[in-house]
């Protein structure tokens, strides 16, 4: 299934951004949907994973309290809210979709299918 992920951008230590992953012209319902971060030279970063149905959400301990991912049907979009940006956060989001897959395998990249273009989140301290 096509991804497309949007609303990276520049801002500042504390300030909040709303990153989304939308289903391009299919729905991703019934799925597994994860966010993982990267930066230069550095392996993929699993953020947070949100399952369809159930809406079982899963963090990364860097991001818990932080960050909330959430879906919304009618959309067929996931977002993931992100307040109390940290410098460390920056780096290029991607979401990353698997129709099948393990709970004990959701922080792993190599588990997800289906992989959006990454958007690009900066922040400044």
């Known amino acids: 299934v096509p991804l497309q992920a949007c609303g990276g951008g520049l801002v500042q230590a504390g300030g909040s951004l709303r990153l989304s992953c939308e289903g391009a012209g299919r729905a991703v319902s019934g799925y597994v949907v994860g966010w993982f971060r990267q930066t230069p030279g550095k392996e993929r970063e699993f953020v947070a994973g949100?399952?369809?149905?159930?809406?079982?959400?899963y963090y990364a301990d860097s991001v818990k309290g932080r960050f909330t991912i959430s879906r919304v049907s009618a959309e067929n979009t996931v977002h993931l809210q992100m307040n109390s940006l940290r410098p460390e956060d920056t780096a290029v989001y991607h979401c990353?979709?698997?129709?099948?897959?393990?709970?004990?395998?959701?922080?792993?990249?190599?588990?997800?299918?289906?992989w959006g273009q990454g958007t690009v989140v900066t922040v400044s301290s």
């Open positions: 990353a979709a698997s129709r099948t897959i393990i709970q004990s395998s959701i922080g792993v990249p190599s588990a997800y299918n289906y």
């Open positions: 949100i399952k369809w149905n159930s809406r079982n959400t």
